[in-house]
């Protein structure tokens, strides 16, 4: 009876946009997964941020398509000499949405800006702890210990007083975390006594409204007719969440959706023959690996982490699981961002020397899971297949691997709590900045980031992070950068696996999409024919 109220359900909603889209201007993209909820403070995977990415503005913002800072709900911004005082003057007259539960009765200030960060920052905050109270990004990226102050100055004047100058700073701002929400919205909700619907029942400033969740099925979200850029293109945004990379070519063939997620990279020769579609191709900011839990024997050993660089065949896992679509990794950023270190020597692949290593260090009739995720990624076309063909070459060398995985968001919370051996994952890029890639494997207060799957701390890495980011000499900063790259080639806490070419396939009647080098996908200035 469940599995039959289900479908109806789907089939109601499906109906419901089909209506919708011929009574006005939608787009339909497909999407790979449910997002776990609406507010970006809270989220870490990219598919939940995607998700809430249309509803909210920053200070600062990419220009799309690009790693650009640009104003956001900052129109300028000045920044004093020795780089710890950043004032911004924030746009007047920008509206916020409005809901059934709420309408706003004043536009965004100062206040909302406070309130946002607070939440994130101060355990006062009336909002510290409301879904869960994990600010996973704004501590890894060790706002805590950046920030000061923040000082509202005048309702449309903020000043944010930093600890130590820091180089990535008006870029970290342009992020996903730091978006900003309604102080006026949460004050509401938390006299209801449900201040959890600011997180489920999005409200922003962004240039499209949310509508409705079905979860496993669609997101709804409306054009904001008063958003301060002027309304999007089209009227209705449809995320049709489609986990089978098949099925979502299917839709977009069946024109039920216009642009996808992440193709089977087996699917990409069709693709490109096919006249109605338009095949977008660029050099991906991402790295896909496999984490190492060093706080689990014998992983704490270097040694043992070095002969599983030399046991798995990445040259094999590139050709059948990317299909050549990438290019093996061997620093933890990618080649198209700068302070990269050409220099590096990888480890080869070696299984006869990885079963000598592993016997030298004590290592015999090893048992280890190996997790790997139940989505598709762009950094990771296929996780399955490749933890299969991990499992085959780790036997090879003595280890027996037991796969595992779970619901995408179990998943990642699992692995940020450390309960796996070995488990995969990946990172695209945020900010464009190298910092952005490093601070994964960063320990703020000698503690390993949410993010550092590893829970690997190496003192020298980390002081060169910290030094990296008060520095805004980019010749310095590479510098340091390329000693943390050798630090971290010589300790592998990663097996750095591919950067991956990204493909996003989207039909000839769409115009104004662009592929985001950060990972993002961005409709408001897309059109539909």
Not at 208 to 234: E, L, M, T, W
Not at 268 to 281: C, I, R, W
Request: glycine residues 6%; contains cysteine.
């Amino acid at each position: 009876m469940r599995y039959v109220r289900k479908v109806l359900v789907t089939a109601l909603m499906a109906s419901t946009l089909l209506v919708a889209a011929a009574e006005a201007k939608t787009l339909v993209y497909c999407s790979e997964g449910s997002p776990e909820n609406f507010n970006p403070q809270i989220n870490t995977t990219g598919t939940s941020l995607d998700a809430a990415r249309h509803i909210y503005n920053q200070l600062t913002e990419f220009a799309p398509g690009t790693v650009n800072v640009v104003p956001g709900l900052a129109e300028k911004w000045e920044v004093t000499p020795d780089g710890k005082t950043v004032t911004f003057h924030l746009r007047k007259g920008v509206k916020f949405h409005s809901s059934k539960s709420f309408t706003p009765t004043r536009d965004f200030n100062a206040d909302d800006v406070l309130f946002s960060f607070n939440r994130m920052w101060k355990a006062d905050s009336p909002y510290a702890k409301v879904s869960g109270g994990a600010y996973d990004y704004f501590n890894d990226m060790d706002m805590p210990n950046i920030l000061d102050t923040i000082e509202k100055k005048d309702p449309l004047t903020v000043v944010f007083h930093l600890k130590q100058a820091n180089a990535p700073v008006l870029a970290n701002l342009a992020m996903d975390f730091a978006s900003i929400l309604s102080a006026e919205y949460a004050d509401v909700m938390l006299k209801a006594k449900t201040p959890e619907k600011v997180d489920q029942e999005p409200i922003g400033t962004g240039p499209f409204s949310f509508v409705a969740y079905q979860k496993d099925a669609a997101i709804r979200f409306k054009a904001f007719p008063a958003y301060f850029r002027g309304k999007a293109k089209i009227d209705d945004l449809v995320f049709a969440i489609t986990p089978d990379a098949t099925a979502r070519y299917a839709k977009l063939k069946a024109k039920e959706c216009q642009v996808m997620v992440s193709p089977n990279p087996a699917d990409l020769p069709a693709m490109k023959k096919d006249a109605a579609v338009t095949v977008l191709e660029q050099a991906g900011l991402n790295i896909g690996y496999l984490s190492m839990n060093t706080l689990k024997p014998p992983f704490d050993k270097k040694e043992v982490r070095q002969a599983i660089n030399m046991a798995i065949d990445r040259d094999s896992i590139l050709k059948e699981v990317y299909q050549g679509a990438g290019q093996k990794a061997k620093n933890p950023i990618p080649p198209n961002i700068w302070s990269f270190d050409t220099g590096t020597k990888d480890y080869a692949y070696d299984p006869t020397k990885a079963k000598a290593m592993l016997t030298a260090a004590g290592v015999k009739d090893l048992k280890s899971d190996l997790w790997y995720m139940p989505v598709q990624r762009p950094y990771n076309p296929n996780g399955k297949r490749m933890a299969e063909m991990m499992q085959a070459d780790l036997a090879k060398v003595g280890i027996a691997v037991e796969l595992k995985s779970f619901e995408w968001g179990e998943y990642r919370k699992r692995l940020q709590a450390g309960e796996h051996q070995m488990g995969l994952l990946g990172w695209t890029g945020d900010n464009g900045d190298p910092d952005n890639f490093f601070f994964l494997l960063g320990c703020p207060d000698g503690k390993p980031a949410g993010q550092n799957l590893s829970k690997w701390c190496n003192k020298d890495f980390d002081a060169g992070l910290v030094e990296a980011r008060n520095s805004a000499d980019k010749a310095k900063r590479t510098a340091i950068y390329k000693k943390m790259q050798a630090i971290f080639k010589d300790e592998v806490p990663w097996l750095t696996i591919a950067h991956s070419t990204v493909f996003e396939p989207v039909r000839k009647e769409v115009t104004g999409y662009k592929v985001s080098p950060l990972g993002r996908h961005e409709f408001y200035e897309v059109n539909v024919k």
